[in-house]
């Protein structure tokens, strides 16, 4: 069979023109008098153009614990604007990620620091101008546990809540507007869905930032925790991305170490407080008693018992007879007058 030969540009038939959309009938054609914005319907969410690229990378250094590790991914997964590297050396600084993050093309970083394999620390940055906060993390909770009833669409959008100190306080306006850059989902994004079905808060109490995320129930408005949930000691703020001059120190925070020392210290003076009391109760056995000197008042109103003439017996008494018992005298005469009817 012979090939077809493809026809020239000369050759080719014109092409048909597309059809319209047909014009919808205006309202003076169809005769009603209603205005046209009852009819419209509006664009769906996903026309609209995605304007707010923050992109936040969310890794770890080496040497974290599977707890560490389980509050990471479930942070990955209610930020569906975050990414994800591989965890960095321990021996590399701390501006090396400044680096990461633009490889990454990442404007903000959440870095997890583990230290002595029970210390986390967290680090806030937005890179590579600054400013960054480090905190200490605190009793954390993660998704998987029991405890956390709740569930939310994955990839919906959050609400930010705030304590009312955030607006009083210069440090705390600096990390409320940080928290509002990281957490919350840009609006518009590829990954993000057009739902607010779930209330991220910030609490400040004890002088600790408590991090909470609930659900909010259609029905009633109520809220029911889904987790993660931690508590951020703040420890200093920086002008820079991870270093550069301190903007604050939190006077009131304590290092783990000091804290495990000032325990292990309390241990031991309560058991040097036993041993010296056991040691105060030898010496008092060991002491021998004091006797109390003689009351010469004892004596007072006692009365002295009448005494006795003494009488001396010079004759030897008289024996007394002896008597007989007289069943034993019967028992031998019966025993006796058997022996004699028997030898008979």
């Known amino acids: ?43 769906p969410v996903s026309q609209g153009k995605w304007k707010n690229k923050e992109r936040v990378l969310i890794f770890s250094s080496r040497g974290i614990n599977f707890r560490t590790r389980h509050l990471m991914q479930d942070l990955r997964t209610l930020m569906p604007h975050s990414k994800a590297d591989t965890k960095m050396d321990r021996k590399d600084q701390l501006f090396v990620i400044n680096e990461v993050c633009e490889m990454k093309n990442c404007n903000k970083c959440i870095f997890f620091e583990a230290k002595k394999k029970q210390d986390l620390y967290m680090w806030l940055s937005n890179t590579p101008q600054g400013p960054s906060a480090k905190f200490l993390v605190q009793n954390v909770h993660t998704l998987a546990e029991l405890k956390m009833t709740g569930n939310c669409l994955r990839g919906s959008r959050p609400l930010l809540s705030f304590d009312p100190i955030f607006d009083k306080e210069p440090h705390y306006a600096l990390l409320k507007e940080l928290f509002i850059q990281i957490f919350s989902t840009p609006q518009y994004h590829p990954k993000s869905q057009p739902f607010v079905d779930h209330v991220f808060t910030f609490t400040v109490t004890d002088e600790r930032i408590w991090f909470r995320n609930y659900q909010i129930i259609e029905e009633d408005a109520s809220l029911v925790e889904i987790g993660p949930r931690f508590v951020l000691n703040l420890i200093k703020i920086f002008q820079g991305s991870f270093g550069g001059p301190t903007l604050y120190e939190n006077p009131h925070y304590q290092s783990p170490n000091m804290h495990r020392r000032l325990v292990r210290l309390s241990v031991a003076a309560k058991f040097r407080e036993k041993q010296h009391v056991k040691e105060v109760q030898k010496i008092k056995k060991q002491e021998s008693k004091v006797l109390m000197k003689e009351d010469p008042t004892e004596v007072v109103f006692e009365t002295p018992a009448e005494e006795k003439p003494v009488a001396i017996q010079l004759v030897k008494p008289e024996s007394k007879p002896i008597v007989k018992d007289k069943k034993k005298l019967r028992k031998i005469q019966r025993k006796k007058q058997k022996k004699l009817f028997r030898t008979e």
């Open 1 to 43: 069979a012979a090939k077809r030969k493809r026809a020239g540009p000369a050759e080719r038939p014109p092409k048909r023109p597309a059809k319209r959309a047909k014009a919808a009938p205006s309202s003076a054609e169809t005769g009603n008098t209603a205005a046209p914005e009852e009819y419209s319907i509006p664009p």
